[in-house]
C-alpha cells in the first residue's frame, strides 16, 4: 500500500512562493526509487494537467508555463517529494496533486494516464 499525503497550499498575494510538499508512505521493502513522481494541478471547471515530473535518477521534465518559476524535487531517502514556486501568478491558482507512475528511464512524461497513485490534493489561491 502507498500513500501520497500533500501539504504545503496556502494563500499568497502575486509574486510570492510556495512550498508544497508531499510524504510517501510505503510498505516495507519498497522505496520511492521504483517510481517516477509528479506535481499536478487543477482549477475549478478545468481539467488535470501535469505541472512537473521527476525521475528517480534526477531527470525532470516542466510543462512550459512553470519552468524558470517552479522547481521539483525529491529526496529518496526521505520518500519525499517537494514542489517549490516562486513568482506566483493568479493564473497557478488550483489543487496541486502528487502522484506517483512506474519508473521508466527511457519514458518521462506528463499524462495524466500514466500516474496511478494520487494524494488528495492542497489548495493553492494566488490573489492579484
Known amino acids: 500500500q502507498v500513500q501520497l499525503v500533500e501539504s504545503g497550499g496556502g494563500s499568497v498575494q502575486a509574486g510570492g512562493s510556495l512550498r508544497l510538499s508531499c510524504a510517501v508512505s510505503?510498505?516495507?521493502?519498497?522505496?520511492?526509487?521504483?517510481?517516477?513522481m509528479a506535481w499536478f494541478r487543477q482549477a475549478p471547471g478545468k481539467e488535470r494537467w501535469g505541472v512537473e515530473t521527476?525521475?528517480?535518477?534526477?531527470?525532470?521534465v516542466y510543462a512550459d508555463s512553470v519552468q524558470d518559476r517552479f522547481t521539483i524535487s525529491r529526496d529518496n531517502v526521505k520518500s519525499s517529494l517537494y514542489l517549490q514556486m516562486n513568482s506566483l501568478k493568479p493564473e497557478d491558482t488550483a489543487m496541486y496533486y502528487c502522484?506517483?507512475?512506474?519508473?521508466?528511464?527511457?519514458?518521462?512524461?506528463?499524462?495524466?494516464?500514466?500516474?496511478?497513485?494520487w494524494g488528495q490534493g492542497t489548495q493553492v489561491t494566488v490573489s492579484s
Open positions: 502522484a506517483a507512475g512506474p519508473y521508466n528511464r527511457a519514458y518521462v512524461t506528463l499524462s495524466v494516464a500514466y500516474y496511478r497513485l
Open positions: 510505503v510498505v516495507s521493502g519498497v522505496t520511492i526509487n521504483t517510481y517516477n
Open positions: 521527476i525521475q528517480p535518477n534526477g531527470r525532470t
